[in-house]
């Protein structure tokens, strides 16, 4: 898989908007951390190619990926019942010397 098709599109919501912004020092039990951004992911993909996708992409040093598959929805159309494609997200940690201009 090509890692341009890796990544669809970032996630540009209030929360994700919230934790892009956010970042931590670092303290005696935890090391320094930037912000978190979330992606929408193909469903195949997994952590490492996610992150070689997003360093690659974005020239920055990921520390850490987390992934959720979503269900699709149940949606009435006309007289049917029909239901949304399933879909992946993925929510990225940055190291704290990095961050993305996207939000």
Do not use: C
């Not at 599109?9 to 970042?23: A, D, L, N």
């Not at 990926?65 to 019942?81: F, P």
């Amino acid at each position: 898989m090509d890692i341009y098709h890796v990544i669809k599109r970032p996630m540009v919501t209030e929360k994700g908007t919230h934790q892009s912004s956010q970042s931590y020092v670092a303290t005696k039990n935890k090391p320094a951390r930037g912000g978190a951004y979330a992606f929408e992911v193909h469903r195949e993909a997994s952590k490492p190619l996610i992150k070689q996708a997003i360093e690659k992409i974005y020239n920055v040093k990921v520390e850490s990926v987390r992934t959720a598959r979503r269900k699709g929805k149940s949606r009435r159309v006309r007289y049917k019942i029909g239901k949304t494609a399933d879909w992946k997200k993925a929510v990225v940690v940055l190291h704290a010397d990095h961050h993305i201009d996207l939000f």
